[in-house]
């Protein structure tokens, strides 16, 4: 898969992501043959430790999906979290749960 992103902070609090995506059969699968399409996601920071997130990817393929869903920061280096994953746009996959936990090599929250 190869993409190409721009990243826009319009206000303080958080940040818009998008752009273009081209896979293959091995990622999204499907046909044998590349698939284009675009990313979306934002990430909110409501305080300094809980965040609104969610992302999006086009497609009628097993990657093409929505989700929506909130995280924490637990410390310097851990954040955690977990959200709703909806069959959209592509209605024949089913819905699910996704918890995500992120440790990092360095203090993120020193850069908010």
Do not use: C, T
Request: no cysteine.
């Amino acid at each position: 898969m190869n993409y190409v992103l721009m990243k826009w902070k319009p206000v303080k609090q958080g940040y818009l992501i998008g752009g273009v995506y081209l896979a293959n059969v091995v990622f999204v699968g499907g046909l044998p043959d590349l698939r284009p399409g675009f990313l979306f996601g934002y990430e909110y920071r409501v305080k300094k430790r809980w965040l609104i997130m969610g992302d999006f990817i086009s497609g009628n393929h097993k990657k093409a999906q929505s989700l929506i869903g909130g995280g924490y920061n637990i410390g310097q280096r851990l954040q955690v979290f977990g959200g709703a994953l909806f069959a959209f746009p592509n209605r024949n996959l089913q819905n699910g749960l996704v918890i995500e936990i992120n440790w990092y090599g360095w203090n993120f929250l020193d850069s908010h």
